[in-house]
């Protein structure tokens, strides 16, 4: 096997041209292997984390008329008992209403949450523009937009209004941007009792909210929640269901990726095998010759896969660093108005390495043809016609 090796590394050597044209082919393959599936990587975590990235991937809520769900406690607990990749869940307790400053009004939805588990998934300190989060009952958060709407300041005491005719006087802490229009304009943010307290909830909530390791495991997860949980009087939603129109144009984005790179590591295949059976005929005086001195048709055999084998390495190694270059440039000219880039940079090394391994993998398979046409040199007739 040494020697095969040998006389592989020393025919990749006395034909240094052709060589470098082969692992310049290998690389341009694996490049856009990496590229394209970069890419596309970047752009579906970048529109997963705008979608479903700091909002509810799973959503508990009570079929029941008053919507609230009691005995929430226990119900969280035995959530957090199963072993399924759920990383936050967080109790909530909402409803529609009314915020009023002296002549104006605005419809809204006050929502009360416990700060701790609810950041772990809107990200809500990260997200404060101006002032702190609440830190006692009556004290609110207000979305940007909805603060530019009716003129708002901190500290300013607006009144909110229910439905029901309950009216709470409550005071401005901070103001948020949630980075989403439609929730700067609508949602109020308090502590679980305040909402409570307003919506006479008792010690009840109105949803349970939770996010997962993996979002496309969701509706799965889902559905061990729905087993355990065993209640007929209760919704399990995930997001899955409610963006299928999303989640239709990621799954086409993923397709038309592996089809690019199927396509491109074919042609990466023909090219190795056309241009080593080529080779074969090169040298076949010189394996006439080895063979003569008693070399074996499997080691003659060998040393074309193992042509292939450091072609592939090489190609694969300067495939992934044009590839992560060409990312990477990419990056900083397609940009976005703000100066962000236009899809995030985003490495799966997981990708990366198995890109680098299918292409060693094909070189070395591509090499088949012409180690078998290399075995069935005859060596007499070789030297003879030589």
Known sequence: MRLAFKIAARFLKSSKGQTILIVLGIAIGVSVQVFIGTLIQGLQKSLIDKTVGSSSQITVTSKNDNKVIKDW??????????????NS??????????????DKTEPILLRGVTFSAADSIYKISSNIVDGTKPSSDNEILVGKDLKKDMGLKLGDKVTILTPQGTRQEVKITGFYDLKVSSINKSWIITNLKTAQTIFNFGDNITSIEMQVDDV?????IAADIKSKLNESNLNVDNWKVENAATLSGLSGQSASSIMIQVFVLISVILGIASVLAITVMQKSKQLGILKAMGIKDRVASLIFLFEGLILGIFGAIFGVLIGLGLTYSFTKFALNPDGTPLVPLYFDYKFIVLSAFIAVASSTIA?????????????IEVIKNG
Request: proline share 4%; net charge positive; hydrophobic share 45%.
């Open 73 to 86: 406690k226990s119900k969280i607990k035995d959530i957090k008992s199963l072993n399924v990749g759920i």
């Open 89 to 102: 869940v967080s109790a909530v307790a909402d409803s529609s209403g009314f915020i009023k400053k002296g």
């Open 216 to 220: 496309f495991k969701a509706d799965i």
């Open 367 to 379: 090499a088949l043809i012409p180690a078998i046409k290399s075995s069935k040199l005859n060596p």
